[in-house]
């Protein structure tokens, strides 16, 4: 097939994974079915057709408004059918058409779940963290040509578990709260799978997390706080305080390790090569 309608079909195909991943970000933290019932309007309980259904231009042709009340749709619909296409396309180009390329995909898509859902709810969904496991487990046998590649991506979650899970005990031993959850520790469990035994690349994803969340922690809490007026000195000390304070409220790290995760999958090699050198551990 031409490279061009490979591109084509991954970003349909992902568009249309990107609809299912909508219903899966709603559905699974309120303990719905995400097969019934059908897809209906939040706001009117409307039951909606096909062609209100059809992925990325349907949003844009209504308007981001319902058809049948008219109350306006979340631009995140949108947002998470791009991204998830987006996501498809580039699996598709760097592992090129195969079925590691499909693994790597679904298994973003599964991360795209759990980011939305522990943002929103502060709850990891397991349906979503099992589906990212099985698919690491079925790449590591379908891309490693070694017997033992399904022992060793269990390994590989069962060392990232309890890394995070270390961390968790020693965090609220050291801060004296909650500094890791379990849903914390099933990610990277899931995420485990798919780095199987390469030392290095676990310890990148866990650095590139800390590092990711601690960036996500100071942009959210400079933007909770704005700067009084008229500026000077002291309006810019009372800000400060003002992020310091924001900084100790806590904040979902599930986010921040599937950003990580993402990139991972991308750019293993790449990525493991710099946060080394950039923490100094080579």
């Known amino acids: 097939m031409p490279e061009n309608l490979t591109t084509l079909f991954a970003f349909l195909f992902g568009a249309a994974v990107g609809s299912f991943v909508n219903v899966?970000?709603?559905?699974?933290?309120?303990?719905?079915?995400i097969f019934h019932p059908?897809?209906?309007?939040?706001?009117?309980?409307?039951?909606?057709?096909g062609t209100d259904l059809v992925p990325l231009l349907s949003y844009l042709w209504l308007l981001?408004?319902?058809?049948?009340?008219?109350m306006p749709i979340?631009?995140?619909?949108?947002?998470?059918e791009l991204m998830t296409a987006l996501l498809f396309v580039g699996a598709v180009k760097r592992y090129h058409p195969s079925l590691e390329a499909a693994l790597v995909a679904v298994s973003l898509a599964a991360l795209l779940v759990i980011a939305f859902v522990d943002w929103d709810f502060f709850l990891v969904p397991d349906e979503a963290v099992w589906a990212l496991g099985i698919f690491g487990v079925l790449r590591q046998i379908v891309t490693e040509a070694s017997p033992h590649a399904f022992g060793f991506s269990l390994l590989g979650a069962l060392i990232a578990g309890s890394i995070v899970w270390l961390i968790g005990v020693l965090g609220r031993w050291w801060f004296r709260k909650e500094a890791m959850g379990f849903g914390d520790v099933k990610i990277a469990s899931a995420v485990g799978t798919h780095l199987g035994l390469a030392w290095t690349a676990l310890l990148s994803f866990f650095l590139l997390s800390v590092f990711i969340g601690a960036a996500m922690g100071v942009l959210l809490a400079i933007r909770r706080?704005?700067?009084s007026k008229p500026f000077g000195l002291t309006a810019v000390v009372e800000w400060l305080k003002g992020v310091r304070q924001a900084l100790k409220e806590y904040m979902p790290f599930g986010p921040a390790m599937t950003v990580a995760a993402t990139v991972m999958l991308f750019y293993p090699t790449e990525i493991t090569d710099f946060i080394l050198r950039l923490y100094g551990a080579t």
Do not use: A, D, Q, W
């Open 64 to 70: 981001g408004k319902c058809r049948y009340c008219k």
């Open 74 to 80: 979340s631009l995140r619909y949108f947002v998470v």
């Open 225 to 227: 706080e704005r700067l």
């Open 38 to 49: 059908r897809s209906h309007c939040p706001n009117c309980g409307m039951t909606l057709k």
């Open 24 to 33: 899966c970000i709603y559905r699974l933290p309120r303990r719905l079915s």
